[in-house]
């Protein structure tokens, strides 16, 4: 990369540090910025990136497409990079009728029932990886935000968990279920005995919380355990199970919501489709 490209990149990378994203985030976008300006000074050597025009632009979503092989939902992340790039770097107005997002297929997610989720959780028999899973199941919490959970964050008097800096951004409380607090006392007991409230509720190597992938190899050990491991479920499959169950249980789409930490309705709504393939819908006016 020519040094001129680097001082913008350097530049853009700042703008995102700037905006207080998290540093995995600023990472991922300054790669596909990178991208971007690696291309150009391939395909459009020794021309500055502020006289790209909207049809080389248009080539290189192509290629991103066509090329690389990218879903249009990751092209659409490119998009809004290049668009911030323009904005805030290159101090130029961006054009969206040039440069138009993609339009991309929704599919449903594949959610486990309720006596498969039970089944995976038996079949673990460490007594921190069984509360890592029956724990995100039970509450419904991300996978993030379970491993940065202390255990002060668990409030029993209250039957709740302390969710601070949740994926929006804003402090929360989730759902403490009964049966997963006797495996968090079972566990504790067993073998983190002497655990103070400031303390990571599963710490991993280090003085560390447990990394997000130690936990998503607990789930996938325990789908190949219990033979599911076919059936299309990953780690997140816990979390629309448990907004999938409670829909079914009768619960409102706003108690869910809130429930979930979810921050606008829409993304809740997803269980009111899940809902009517799994029995619960409204009868049909042809059978009234």
């Not at 509450?139 to 209250?158: A, F, N, P, T, Y």
Request: aromatic letters at 10%; one cysteine or more.
């Amino acid at each position: 990369m020519n040094q001129n490209n680097t001082v913008l990149l350097e530049k853009h990378k700042d703008i995102l540090s700037f905006r207080d994203l998290s540093l995995k985030t600023v990472a991922t976008y300054t790669s596909y910025l990178t991208t971007y300006i690696l291309w150009a000074e391939e395909h459009l050597p020794d021309r500055p990136l502020s006289s790209v025009s909207w049809e080389e632009m248009r080539s290189y979503i192509r290629f991103l497409k066509d090329v690389k092989g990218l879903n249009p939902r990751t092209i659409n992340v490119h998009i809004s990079q290049l668009r911030d790039f323009y904005y805030y770097v290159l101090h130029k107005d961006w054009d969206r009728r040039e440069v138009p997002f993609l339009h991309y297929d929704e599919h449903l997610p594949v959610v486990p029932s309720r006596e498969q989720v039970l089944r995976i959780i038996d079949s673990i028999e460490n007594p921190k990886h069984k509360a890592e899973i029956a724990l995100l199941y039970s509450s419904g919490i991300r996978v993030s935000e379970l491993c940065r959970l202390h255990c002060g964050d668990i409030r029993r008097s209250k039957n709740c968990i302390y969710i601070s800096r949740s994926k929006n951004r804003s402090d929360r409380f989730a759902i403490l279920s009964d049966r997963a607090y006797a495996l968090l006392v079972s566990y504790v007991r067993s073998s983190y005995n002497g655990a103070k409230q400031e303390d990571w509720l599963f710490p991993g190597r280090k003085d560390s919380a447990v990394c997000q992938e130690s936990v998503r190899k607990v789930f996938i050990n325990a789908l190949t355990q219990t033979g599911l491991e076919k059936e299309g479920f990953n780690l997140h499959s816990l979390r629309h199970a448990f907004g999938l169950h409670l829909y079914e249980s009768g619960a409102d789409l706003m108690s869910i919501k809130e429930a979930m930490g979810h921050k606008a309705l829409s993304s809740t709504t997803v269980y009111l489709t899940l809902g009517i393939g799994n029995g619960r819908s409204v009868k049909s006016p042809y059978d009234f």
